[in-house]
């Protein structure tokens, strides 16, 4: 019998299972949609406005012969999200894998930034991830399996100017991540972060040139980051294989957060 090499037996690891992606219309959540499919998972790609866009991602993993649904929701909207996890466990017989990743900026010097830009960032950033959390949590308990995967950022953990609101909230995902790792590790269901640095996505796009070369002039590896990058670390930590790793930020970020 030849042994087949290791990337050939885990390449369909997520056979079977179920994804629900936030944000995965565009830049990192598509390409997490994307590798999870490619993975063998069915996917529920959940994205606020682009439709058109979010049903593009669902064409390309159609294409991959497993099955992904467009779903709009406004994370930021508890209803609203109860609704959508009650349908995708409706429409696919269950959750397995969740990903928080939908996510906005808003960046101004606090001196600028009225309370309502500090809201608005974390109503979305982290209590949309709250939200997700909290309407899994029973359907995975019951399952004694699940896994949560929260999009962080290098940010949440060091801070940055112009960012007060969004290092909050992904300072606080690190916090949510860590509790209910520590809430649901007796029930067989794991809780990561990952920590992602320069990427390059429509958020960082937004960047003026000079900017974006400063921040990667400051990244050891010198070089933005691709969305794959961030969807590869997501596949492992919503595989079998990593099982037994739980409460971790993994950084994503060519070395800059080191
Ligand atoms: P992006 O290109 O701006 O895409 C944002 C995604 O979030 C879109 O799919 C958008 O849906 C969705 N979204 C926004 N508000 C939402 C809401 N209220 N409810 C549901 N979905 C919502 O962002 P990205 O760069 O891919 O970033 C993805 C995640 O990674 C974010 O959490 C971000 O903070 C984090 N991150 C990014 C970087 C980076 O360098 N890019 C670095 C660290 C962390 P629509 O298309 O429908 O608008």
């Known amino acids: 019998m030849r042994l087949l090499p290791r990337w050939h037996k885990s390449d369909m690891i997520l056979q079977g299972k179920t994804a629900l992606v936030t944000g995965a219309s565009r830049g990192i959540g598509k390409a997490i949609a994307l590798r999870l499919a490619q993975g063998g998972a069915n996917v529920a790609v959940v ?46 017989g269950g959750i397995d894998i969740l990903v928080n990743n939908a996510g906005i900026v808003c960046d101004k010097l606090v001196l600028k930034m009225k309370p309502q830009d500090f809201d608005q960032v974390l109503d979305v950033n982290l209590k949309g991830a709250f939200h997700l959390i ?64 320069y990427i390059s996505t429509d958020m960082t796009g937004a960047l003026d040139e000079k900017k974006r070369e400063a921040i990667t002039a400051q990244i050891p590896m010198k070089r933005p980051g691709a969305p794959e990058d961030v969807a590869n670390a997501v ?19 060519g070395g800059l957060a080191m």
Do not use: W
Request: charged share 20%; glycine share 10%.
């Open 134 to 197: 909290k309407q899994c949590y029973p359907h995975f308990m019951k399952k004694r399996s699940g896994r949560i995967i929260n999009i962080s950022s290098v940010v949440g953990l060091g801070g940055q100017a112009g960012q007060a609101n969004y290092a909050s909230a992904k300072a606080g995902l690190i916090g949510l991540t860590k509790s209910v790792a520590k809430e649901l590790a007796g029930r067989g269901v794991t809780c990561n972060a990952i920590a992602p640095g």
């Open 235 to 253: 596949a492992f930590l919503a595989s079998d294989e990593a099982s037994y790793i739980t409460g971790e930020v993994l950084r994503v970020d």
């Open 47 to 92: 994205y606020a406005g682009n439709q058109e866009k979010a049903e593009q991602t669902c064409q390309e993993i159609n294409a991959t012969g497993v099955t992904a649904k467009a779903y709009c929701c406004n994370v930021a909207d508890y209803d609203a999200v109860t609704g959508l996890v009650e349908q995708v466990i409706a429409d696919f």
